[in-house]
C-alpha cells in the first residue's frame, strides 16, 4: 500500500507558524455569484462558507481587529482590465459593476468604514496597496476567510505568506465548487504557507483580543 500524503509530507512540511500579536481579518471575493443556484460559478461551499463566516466577523469587530474585504470587477470593455486571466476563464467576466452576482452576499457586507480592495485578479496583493496598508498598521497575522480556495484565498495565502504575514486560513469560513480542490489547497496551504485553523480556533484567538 502506498504511504498517505499526510505520512509523505510528516517531518518535512506542517511546521505550524501560530497567531502573531496583532492580526488582521481578510474576507475575501464573498460575492453572490458564488451562492446563486444556477450561476457558473455557483459553489456549493461557497455557501456553507458565508454561513459560518459573520462568526469570524462578530468576533473581529468585538476585538477591534481590522477587517478587510475584497471584490473583483472589471471596468474596462470586454473587462480587458482581467488581462489573460479573463481570456483563460471567461466565467469570471460576471464581475463587473451593476451585476447583482458581483454584489457582496447578505450577512457579510462590508461594515461602514472597513476597507474594500477591488482586484482584477487572483491574489488580494496582487496590483492593490493592501500589503502596505497593513504593514503601516502593524499587522503581523493575516486571518483569511472567503472564495474560492483553490481560487483566490490560496493566491492571498502565498502572497500573504510572501508579503512577510503570518497567514491563518480558517477551514470552515472557505469554501469551493468542489471537495476536491477545496481539501488539496487547504493541504497544500497548511503544509507549506500557513495554518488552516478550525472556526473556533480562530474565535478562541480572537477572543484573547477582546
Not at 480556495?149 to 500573504?160: E, H, K, L, P, Q
Amino acid at each position: 500500500m502506498s504511504e498517505s500524503a499526510s505520512d509523505n509530507y510528516r517531518g518535512v512540511w506542517g511546521h505550524r507558524i501560530g497567531f502573531g500579536a496583532r492580526p488582521a481579518v481578510l474576507m475575501i471575493d464573498f460575492m453572490k455569484a458564488y451562492t446563486t443556484e444556477g450561476a457558473p460559478l455557483f459553489a456549493p461551499g461557497v455557501v456553507a462558507a458565508v454561513a459560518q463566516a459573520p462568526r469570524l466577523l462578530e468576533a473581529a469587530r468585538a476585538a477591534s481587529v481590522p477587517v478587510i474585504h475584497t471584490n473583483i470587477l472589471y471596468h474596462a470593455p470586454n473587462c480587458a482590465d482581467g488581462g489573460v486571466w479573463v481570456k483563460k476563464a471567461p466565467v469570471m467576466t460576471a464581475m463587473v459593476p451593476g451585476n447583482p452576482l458581483a454584489e457582496f452576499c447578505e450577512g457579510v457586507e462590508p461594515a461602514p468604514g472597513e476597507p474594500v480592495f477591488t482586484k482584477q485578479y487572483a491574489s488580494a496583493f496582487f496590483g492593490t496597496s493592501l500589503g502596505s496598508m497593513l504593514h503601516v498598521q502593524g499587522v503581523d497575522t493575516v486571518i483569511l476567510a472567503g472564495c474560492s480556495t483553490s481560487g483566490c484565498v490560496r493566491a492571498s495565502a502565498v502572497d500573504a505568506c510572501q508579503n512577510g504575514f503570518r497567514t491563518i486560513v480558517v477551514r470552515d469560513c472557505v469554501g469551493d465548487r468542489h471537495d476536491g480542490p477545496h481539501e488539496a489547497n487547504l493541504f497544500d496551504i497548511d503544509s507549506k504557507y500557513g495554518d488552516v485553523v478550525t472556526l473556533d480556533e480562530a474565535l478562541q484567538a480572537l477572543g484573547r483580543r477582546a
